[in-house]
């Protein structure tokens, strides 16, 4: 079965979002997990999808315009992630949304329809965020892997990566790598 691979940009107290509605400490959002390579589908919750698809197509279209998110103009990393996104399918759990820009952009009603996709024969797959979407599936046990990258800053006010999480999960540590700037990357099996 393929895995689902879970990746998140966390403070040290497990903030993924300040007050205005973004990571303002990321100042890249190209892959940062090394996922890219073993994927060929990336699944998203219907709350981040519609700025994804605004802040990748805005790089595909004008790859040297600031993007909104950071402020700056995209990363080396960002180029070849825009290229990834455009190539990639990408499934979107939402029971509201009903259409999107890209052509290999298509929906997922309910958490079968995940356990679905995992069955179905391919690489992994990348789940990209954001919380809610993340924290349900693990409740679920529809995640295999959680890779975090954690960045050294108390970020105070803001929305939990866990916040809606009920259920009570040990995880096994398969890798910790430093990284540069003061971030740590974690890697977590999920039995
Ligand atoms: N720090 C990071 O690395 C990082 C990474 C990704 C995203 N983000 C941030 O995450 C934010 C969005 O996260 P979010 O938590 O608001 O939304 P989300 O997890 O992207 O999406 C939640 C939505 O997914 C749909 N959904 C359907 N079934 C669900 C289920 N069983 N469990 C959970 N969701 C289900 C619902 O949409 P319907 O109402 O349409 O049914 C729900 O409102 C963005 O602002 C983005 O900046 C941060």
Redesign the pocket.
């Known amino acids: 079965m393929r895995k689902l691979i879970a990746?998140?940009?966390?403070s040290i107290d497990g903030?993924?979002?300040g007050p205005e509605?973004?990571?303002d400490w990321?100042e890249d959002?190209s892959d940062g997990y090394g996922v890219m390579a073993q994927v060929d589908a990336c699944l998203?919750?219907?709350?981040?999808?519609p700025?994804?698809e605004q802040y990748w197509t805005a790089i595909q279209q004008d790859p040297n315009t600031p993007v909104w998110?950071t402020g700056n103009p995209p990363t080396p990393a960002e180029h070849e992630y825009a290229r990834f996104v455009a190539r990639t399918p990408h499934y979107?759990?939402?029971?509201?949304?009903t259409s999107a820009l890209w052509p290999k952009t298509s929906f997922v009603?309910?958490?079968e329809d995940v356990a679905a996709l995992k069955r179905q024969p391919g690489k992994d797959i990348y789940l990209?965020?954001?919380?809610?979407?993340?924290?349900?599936?693990i409740d679920?046990g529809l995640v295999d892997e959680l890779r975090l990258?954690v960045y050294p800053l108390v970020a105070g006010v803001g929305?939990a990566?866990f916040a809606?999480t009920e259920r009570r999960r040990g995880l096994e540590l398969l890798k910790v790598e430093q990284l540069q700037g003061g971030r740590v990357g974690l890697v977590y099996g999920i039995a």
């Open positions: 990746g998140m940009k966390v903030k993924m979002e509605g973004t990571a990321v959002w998203l919750g219907g709350g981040m999808y700025g994804y998110i979107v759990l939402s029971s509201t949304l009603r309910t958490l990209i965020g954001g919380a809610r979407i993340t924290a349900s599936l679920a990258i929305k990566l809606t």
